[in-house]
Every structure is written in structure tokens, then in C-alpha cells.
């Protein structure tokens, strides 16, 4: 049995959108043509059942949110701390009154982590930040078979 994660992803879109400081939000890896500096992915990663209760398993979902800016940008250092004070307000939400909404219980503390790196897409060289964000399903939501 699965959750359908589906509400969820648009949800979170939304709200990245309208936080504003993004181009664009889209989920899944962006395609070609799409790229540009202040887009902002919502990549599913990865996930797990880590306990039970006695109606449902208690799954843990992990979405990489990947932040997109042009790493050729002068000065580099605005870059940097662009990034620096996204990732620091998105955090923040995701910790207060950032809900999910869909079938999430929860967001898992522990499970946000973030790392930055560069990677050359369409001949720019982009500088990249993911978020990791791992949150808990409701075990009450309606399954999917």
C-alpha cells in the first residue's frame, strides 16, 4: 500500500511560488528549455516505512527541493547569499506555519538538510542548492491500492 503524493507536490508548488524570490517552481527535474536562473524543482527522492500502527503502515516521504541560479552572476558573492537567505526563509516556513496540506501529517525536523553544488546545464554553469524534506503521511489518509 502507497500514498499518492499527488496534492502534496502541487501544494508545496504553489506555496514556493508565492513565496516569492523564485522564477518558477515545477515538479520533478526540469527539461530543456525550461531551465533558468530562480527555477526552483520539486524532486520526489525517496521514502520509507518505519513503523505500524494497527490500521496502516506510517511512511516517511523525502522530496529534494533544488534551487537553480546562475553561478556566472557577478558579483558571486549575491549569488551566494541569495541562495543563503532562500534556504533560510523556506526552512523557517517548512518548520512554522509552512503546511504541506494533502495527506502530511508532519514535517520531520531531523530529516531537513540542505547541500549546495555547481552542475553545467544547456552551457551555464548553475549554481545549485537542494533541500531535503522528509514528512510524515497521515496513517489516517486514504490509501492507494
Not at 529534494?64 to 534556504?87: C, H, I, K, Q, V
Request: glycine fraction near 8%; charge should be negative.
Amino acid at each position: 500500500m502507497a500514498t499518492a503524493n499527488r496534492a502534496t507536490l502541487i501544494n508545496m508548488r504553489t506555496k514556493l511560488i508565492a513565496m516569492g524570490g523564485v522564477h518558477n517552481a515545477v515538479i520533478g527535474e526540469p527539461k530543456s528549455g525550461v531551465l533558468a536562473d530562480g527555477l526552483v524543482a520539486i524532486i520526489p527522492s525517496d521514502g520509507q516505512i518505519d513503523e505500524t500502527t494497527l490500521k496502516h503502515p506510517r511512511e516517511i516521504h523525502n522530496v529534494t527541493l533544488r534551487r537553480y541560479s546562475n553561478a556566472m552572476r557577478e558579483p558571486g558573492e549575491d549569488t551566494e547569499f541569495e541562495m543563503d537567505a532562500w534556504r533560510a526563509e523556506v526552512v523557517e516556513d517548512l518548520m512554522g506555519n509552512f503546511s504541506l496540506g494533502g495527506n502530511v501529517a508532519y514535517i520531520e525536523p531531523t530529516l531537513i538538510s540542505w547541500t549546495y553544488r555547481y552542475l553545467q546545464m544547456e552551457r551555464v554553469w548553475f549554481r545549485l542548492l537542494d533541500i531535503n524534506v522528509g514528512y510524515r503521511i497521515d496513517d489516517n489518509a486514504a490509501f492507494v491500492k
